[in-house]
């Protein structure tokens, strides 16, 4: 009698089961597709007061002048100047012509050849303060383009954005700081306009804060990318000011790795302070005919000028002595930013595998895990992260390779392949649970979270956040798989305890991979794969609930078995 008592104990387990699978593979579904809804810029109001930032009105300006290329040295360049020049006498302002010849560093694309000396002509203009002697806030643009472009995005939409936040602090009442409006020329052939600016223009030493805007595509939320290194009170004023931010650490990191460079770049070497924003969807209009005002992004500019205006207004009533240190931080969804000084990460990376290691030793003295089932989850890890790699690798070649940075392109590839990658990973583990059991396995891919937590700390500190809080929160599910192992606690309250911690992680996540596939492509395919591996690792407690598809088929046929054969004993 026991043993069919035990016989029923189980299979009442497995078919209990179904119902936690279930709830994870929705919830996992629910998380991850609703981090990429929000994935884009919130959606422009159809109309503003005239103090508040209209993207109507932003888009009047551009219908004037981003309907052609406008390249330094063109006549359609010219007629851009006089239009900027004539709304800022509109305004009521006096705007001023810094004209100067810097020698680019940037060669011509096309010849090969150095671009040389090139005449640049910025426009400057300056709105009085309440209270003059303070430092300026500078807000920046450049209102050249490409050869071949209308540059409706890069950087139509820079230019528009300051001209509507000028007219809306006006008709708001102005500021206590003086404010500069810098239109730089000469940006697309090597920041020579910046250059000039900030190396011979007086006003340069007057700025304290900087704030740069730009576009590297035609579409997508605006994220700031950039600050200087001195930021703990800028990002502060940005998390206090922005209604919708778009930020994290982890970009400001990737970005000082890469080639690319900004007006912001020539303001950063003369010391000044700032952020840098541009949105980066729709990549393959960027520098060409197609950037134009068919295809520029009104939520897109309206999220830039919104930006724009709040930042002008926080900056423009607060000092402008700025220190504060340098801080890590990520935004919650583009609703909420999240800071907190670098000089936590050290004690939070601490405090992370302090606790992870003592979880693991509580494991092995109840016995719940073993170093020999540890180390087959650590293996379990590393194959699942090689296979990715050279699947991706194949896959990749799915996309052009003039498209591999392209984050349109990428983006429709990257969901496809996550998949893949995720499959591989699952395969992995349930392969090797035949071997040790799902709280092993949980550990070893744990500890490398852990590995993966101390070289962040330690090479990327604006990346770090990625790594500590999953890392922290995945301790969790393992103890609360360790409990449930000498304790009788339900699968379903299992499967929401640890849900409970583990899809925020997931969701934080995708977010971030989401950011780094719309700004990189697949120029990082290790990161990619490495972030999705990571995501899967903090999956595997779930696999402590999935269902015994050949026992579960088992038990049905035998129970249909036994119905047929009563029903024929009763005939």
């Known amino acids: 009698m026991k043993v069919k008592d035990r016989s029923l104990s189980k299979s009442s387990v497995e078919g209990d089961n179904w119902f936690p699978a279930l709830l994870v593979i929705s919830l996992l579904g629910l998380v991850v597709f609703g981090t990429i809804s929000l994935h884009r810029p919130p959606p422009p109001a159809n109309s503003a007061a005239l103090t508040e930032f209209s993207y109507e009105r932003a888009l009047g300006h551009l219908r004037q002048f981003a309907t052609e290329p406008h390249p330094v040295n ?8 006089d239009y900027l020049m004539d709304q800022l006498r509109k305004q009521g302002l006096q705007p001023e012509l810094q004209t100067a010849e810097v020698l680019s560093q940037k060669f011509n694309p096309e010849t090969g050849e150095a671009v040389g000396k090139v005449r640049v002509q910025n426009i400057i203009a300056e709105l009085k303060g309440t209270n003059p002697g303070n430092k300026a806030l500078m807000l920046a643009a450049h209102y050249d383009s ?6 409706a995005s890069d950087d139509g939409a820079g230019v528009a954005t300051l001209l509507e936040t000028l007219s809306a602090v006006r008709a708001g009442g102005g500021l206590k700081n003086d404010l500069i409006l810098l239109f730089t020329d000469g940006e697309e052939l090597g920041l020579v306009g910046a250059q000039a600016f900030a190396n011979e223009n007086p006003l340069a030493k007057k700025v304290g804060v900087v704030l740069n ?28 000011s922005v209604p919708h931010p778009f930020a994290n650490s982890m970009m400001f990191s990737l970005y000082q790795t890469l080639p690319n460079n900004t007006d912001m770049t020539m303001f950063r070497r003369v010391g000044l302070k700032g952020l840098n924003f541009a949105y980066i969807g729709c990549v393959n209009n960027y520098h060409s005919p197609t950037d134009n005002l068919n295809t520029i992004d009104s939520a897109s500019l309206q999220h830039m000028g919104s930006s724009a205006l709040a930042l002008t207004r926080g900056f423009g009533s607060s000092s402008l002595d700025l220190a504060g240190g340098e801080s890590v931080y990520f935004d919650l969804f583009g609703k909420r930013l999240i800071t907190y000084s670098q000089k936590w990460v050290l004690p ?8 992870v290691g003592a979880v693991i030793s509580f494991g092995i003295k109840t016995g719940g895990l073993t170093i020999r089932g540890i180390g087959w989850g650590v293996l379990g890890f590393l194959a ?9 690798s194949l896959l990749s070649l799915l996309v052009p390779s003039d498209e591999r940075g392209n984050s349109a392109s990428a983006g429709s590839f990257a969901l496809g392949f996550a998949v893949v990658l995720f499959g591989i990973t699952l395969a992995v583990y349930i392969f090797l649970s035949r071997r040790t059991d799902v709280l092993n396995l949980s550990a070893g891919a744990l500890l490398w979270w852990v590995l993966i937590l101390v070289g962040s700390i330690f090479t990327l500190n604006g990346a770090s956040y990625l790594f500590t809080w999953p890392t922290l929160l995945g301790i969790v599910p393992l103890l609360i798989l360790l409990v449930s192992k000498h304790r009788d606690v339900r699968p379903l309250v299992q499967v929401l305890g640890i849900a409970v911690v583990t899809l925020p992680c997931v969701a934080l996540l995708t977010w971030t991979t989401l950011g780094i596939v719309q ?10 794969a490495t972030l999705i591996v990571l995501m899967s690792g903090l999956l595997v407690p779930f696999l402590e609930f999935r269902p015994n598809w050949r026992t579960s088929l088992f ?16 005939q």
């Open 213 to 240: 805007f730009e576009a590297r595509g035609s579409c997508g939320p605006v994220f700031m990318f950039e600050t200087s290194e001195i930021n703990g009170d800028l990002i502060k004023e940005f998390a206090r």
């Open 146 to 151: 490409v050869p071949q472009s209308p540059g």
């Open 384 to 392: 699942s992260l090689i296979a990715s790699n050279i699947v991706l």
């Open 74 to 81: 063109s006549a359609a360049h010219d007629r851009v100047r």
């Open 348 to 355: 939070l990376g601490l405090l992370t595998i302090l606790l």
């Open 555 to 570: 038990q049905t046929k035998k129970q249909e078995r036994i119905v047929f054969n009563k029903a024929r004993l009763h």
């Open 519 to 528: 700004g990189l492509g697949f120029r990082m395919p290790v990161l990619f």
